[in-house]
Nanobody
Framework: QMQLLESGGGLVQPGGSLRLSCAASGTILSIYTMSWHRQAPGKERELVAEITSGGRTNYADSVKGRFSISRDNAKNLVYLQMNNLKPEDAALYYC???????????????WGQGTQVTVSS
């Protein structure tokens, strides 16, 4: 059974930093693009950052220059370093990964349960 488990959320003051982690586990043959998304109350889920298996990255305009996505392919991990956090960054952050299952070799989209980020003084 494939699972994505996020960690690292919490409460931080404006201007502070947090580092989110997401670990993929299960019968994994390959992991393609990994990404972070967020959803604030009353808003749609939005892409924050994504990284391909080759390390190419893409960011939402709202986080460019403040957030950095990285991954450890050997450990099936993806990270999101968030600096200079703003109140508008507060949301439930979700990890997503496109994974080829080592069992049936099918490719599917997987989501974590989310980790809460609160930015408040």
């Amino acid at each position: 059974q494939m699972q994505l488990l996020e960690s690292g959320g919490g409460l931080v003051q404006p201007g502070g930093s947090l580092r989110l982690s997401c670990a993929a586990s299960g019968t994994i043959l390959s992991i393609y693009t990994m990404s972070w998304h967020r959803q604030a109350p009353g808003k749609e889920r939005e892409l924050v950052a994504e990284i391909t298996s080759g390390g190419r990255t893409n960011y939402a305009d709202s986080v460019k220059g403040r957030f950095s996505i990285s991954r450890d392919n050997a450990k099936n991990l993806v990270y999101l370093q968030m600096n200079n956090l703003k109140p508008e960054d507060a949301a439930l952050y979700y990890c997503n990964a496109v994974i080829r299952n080592g069992g049936d070799r099918e490719v599917a989209d997987y989501w974590g349960q989310g980790t809460q980020v609160t930015v408040s003084s």
